[in-house]
């Protein structure tokens, strides 16, 4: 159980395009779900948090316009680079956490984007 | 972003070997996690603590909630080659009753067989 999916595991697209990743918990709901982004050898950091059928909160210094979530349901939620330049090259990691499951965070297997 | 900090961060071990790694914080955390990340994939959850001083295991592994909330320790007993991977400490933090989490540094493992 607990098992979190993301689409598409890998992209590459042209500099000044839009790319859209969905989360997407599998077998049960999610009140939230995080997004995070990972630099090669590096820890995962907090991006945004994302509640079903609210505005996502941003972490500091993550622009809000670039980085576009959705969270239409309470099981799945997107995330939009806009306008992607090279310097977004990352994995980005979703998470879930299960309802009324406390604090325990699921994650799903990332997505690697390549910007050129 | 806060982070949390965790040592050693990289080890070389034979097979066999036991493993220690720790995370300390400067903050109190409700909940204490450790996750495992091979390369290309999301983190795997390991071991979720909740309670201070709380001792859980998971088969080989073994972490600790510290008395103080502000650490944690994760043990590998006897390791195998397919414990080679970056291993994460995560402390979770409400706010506003939403949680989240603070990730450590990373403790890279390698087994040489």
């Known amino acids: 159980g607990a098992v979190v999916s993301q689409h598409p595991s890998r992209v590459i697209c042209k500099s000044g395009t839009s790319v859209k990743i969905e989360c997407r918990s599998l077998d049960f709901q999610a009140t939230t779900m995080f997004w995070y982004r990972q630099f090669p050898k590096q820890s995962l950091m907090l991006m945004a948090t994302?509640?079903?059928?609210?505005?996502?909160?941003?972490e500091q210094g993550v622009e809000k316009d670039k980085f576009l979530i959705n969270h239409a349901s309470l099981t799945l939620s997107t995330l939009t680079v806009t306008s992607a330049h090279p310097e977004d090259s990352s994995f980005y990691i979703c998470?879930?956490?299960?309802?009324?499951?406390?604090?325990?965070?699921?994650f799903g297997p990332g997505t690697r984007l390549l910007v050129l | 972003g806060q982070q949390l900090n965790q040592s050693p961060q990289s080890m070389f071990i034979q097979e066999g070997e036991d493993v220690s790694m720790n995370c300390t914080s400067s903050?109190?955390?409700?909940?204490w996690l450790w996750y495992k990340q091979d390369p290309g994939e999301g983190p795997v959850l390991l071991i979720a603590l909740y309670k201070a001083g709380e001792l859980t295991s998971n088969g080989r592994l073994t972490a600790q909630f510290g008395i103080t909330r502000k650490d944690s320790f994760l043990n590998i007993s006897a390791s195998i080659p397919s414990d080679v991977g970056i291993y994460f400490c995560?402390?979770?933090?409400?706010?506003?009753?939403?949680?989240?989490?603070?990730f450590g540094t990373g403790t890279r493992l390698k087994v040489l067989a």
């Open positions: 994302s509640n079903e059928g609210s505005k996502a909160t941003y």
């Open positions: 903050s109190i955390f409700n909940t």
């Open positions: 995560a402390g979770s933090e409400e706010t506003s009753g939403t949680y989240k989490y603070i």
């Open positions: 998470s879930a956490i299960l309802l009324g499951g406390g604090e325990t965070q699921y």
